[in-house]
Nanobody
Framework: VQLQASGGGLVQAGGSLRLSCAPS????????MGWFRQAPGKEREFVAG????????YYADSVKGRFTISRGNAKNTIYLQMNRLEPEDTAVYYC????????????????WGQGTQVTVSS
């Protein structure tokens, strides 16, 4: 089973991008899902998480009010709507799945997707 992240690209500061994460199997509808990012020379960091049911979300302070995580109708695909992007948001973004009810920074994630590059120019 794989996770496929897409939607990255180059955008100017203040712009928007929408990332998608689609698994290769429908089983991820029962997983909590999260987005992480890793900038060059930095450690991977948690960005946002959403519960298994899609009714609860969790955000890193650095993205609160700018990013929105959501699940598709089938709850198998997740999205990350990124608005008011800043150069500091430049990173490779990864989606991950956890066999838990809620995705937070401190839990163990069971599956990881390949990353999608987001570059924000100033």
């Amino acid at each position: 089973v794989q996770l496929q992240a897409s939607g990255g690209g180059l955008v100017q500061a203040g712009g928007s991008l929408r990332l998608s994460c689609a698994p290769s199997a429908p089983t991820f509808s029962s997983y909590a899902m999260g987005w992480f990012r890793q900038a060059p020379g930095k450690e991977r960091e948690f960005v946002a998480g959403i519960s298994r049911a899609g009714d609860s979300t969790y955000y890193a302070d650095s993205v609160k009010g700018r990013f929105t995580i959501s699940r598709g109708n089938a709850k198998n695909t997740i999205y990350l709507q990124m608005n008011r992007l800043e150069p500091e948001d430049t990173a490779v973004y990864y989606c991950a799945a956890a066999s838990r009810s809620m995705a937070t920074p401190s839990i163990r994630y069971d599956f990881w997707g390949q990353g999608t590059q987001v570059t924000v120019s100033s």
